[in-house]
């Protein structure tokens, strides 16, 4: 390029550092939150891993579990419970401002429609935990 | 005539995986990432679980909760590349990557549910 100013009526942006969301802690907490999702995707595998070694018998699933109780895997999935309660939180959170329910003319509270969320999410853990310890 | 964008379809697929995965993970990754193998409560028999998984009850909602999930990390993680890091410049790989990493992943859960003795 000869003329630095060429293409400059139509191309000029102001850099955004790639470190923008350092800026203040509502960025920090909305990257944090997307961040969530790469340990979802973490889980699933984890979830995969288990399917395939019951499959394969009890001495695999013994091994896999073995694993598990590596301290790597033991940081790596409290770290994957804290985002995805973050995630979980923050997901409730948004329901109220993503619908807006109106029962006679009124607006539903933020409360009403974040509160059953928070319902289902405990009858739903402990559905499931009750089906797996009862064995 | 306009491109119709598949858009709304993946934003869809995006927020049903926000769902499963608020609602199921958080509870999952607590006993099978640490309870059981810290010895918190006793982990359930190897006999118990895979009687569990033999169910096909059982075996359509893992296969829900590992596919949407996977979508719902898909979307995500895409747009944080976008915005986070700016490269929008590679664009195409980072789709294909993120889409193409969740029908993978799906594909795979199919396969190993389905071949469950």
Redesign the interface.
């Known amino acids: 390029m000869n003329n630095p100013t060429e293409y400059l009526p139509r191309s000029y942006h102001t850099r955004v550092s790639t470190y923008w969301w350092l800026a203040r802690w509502a960025y920090v907490k909305f990257i944090l939150r997307e961040a969530s999702s790469v340990f979802v995707a973490w889980i699933v595998v984890v979830t995969l891993l288990q399917i395939r070694a019951l499959t394969r018998g009890p001495a695999d699933y013994a091994e896999l579990q073995n694993s598990l109780r590596s301290p790597l895997l033991l940081t790596l999935n409290a770290v994957s419970l804290a985002f995805v309660i973050f995630h979980a939180v923050t997901w409730f959170n948004l329901a109220p401002k993503a619908m807006v329910i109106r029962l006679r003319g009124k607006r539903l509270s933020s409360l009403a429609i974040a509160a059953p969320n928070y319902v289902a999410w405990v009858v739903i853990s402990a559905a499931i935990a009750w089906i797996l310890l009862r064995g | 005539m306009h491109k119709r964008s598949n858009e709304p379809f993946l934003w869809m697929l995006f927020s049903a995986?926000?769902?499963v995965?608020?609602?199921?993970?958080?509870?999952?990754?607590?006993?099978?990432?640490?309870a059981?193998?810290?010895g918190w409560?006793?982990?359930?028999?190897?006999?118990?679980?895979?009687?569990?998984?033999r169910h096909p009850l059982t075996r359509v909602y893992?296969f829900i909760?590992?596919s949407l999930?996977?979508f719902?990390?898909a979307?995500?993680?895409r747009?944080?590349l976008y915005?986070?890091?700016?490269i929008k410049h590679l664009n195409e790989l980072i789709n294909t990557f993120c889409y193409g990493?969740a029908i993978l992943?799906t594909a795979?859960?199919a396969y190993?549910?389905w071949?469950?003795?």
């Open positions: 995986g926000g769902v995965s608020a609602m199921l993970m958080p509870i999952h990754v607590l006993l099978f990432g640490l059981f193998p810290l409560v006793d982990a359930p028999s190897y006999e118990h679980l895979l009687a569990l998984v893992l909760l590992c999930a996977l719902h990390w979307h995500r993680f747009f944080t915005d986070g890091l700016q990493g992943g795979v859960a190993l549910l071949r469950i003795p």
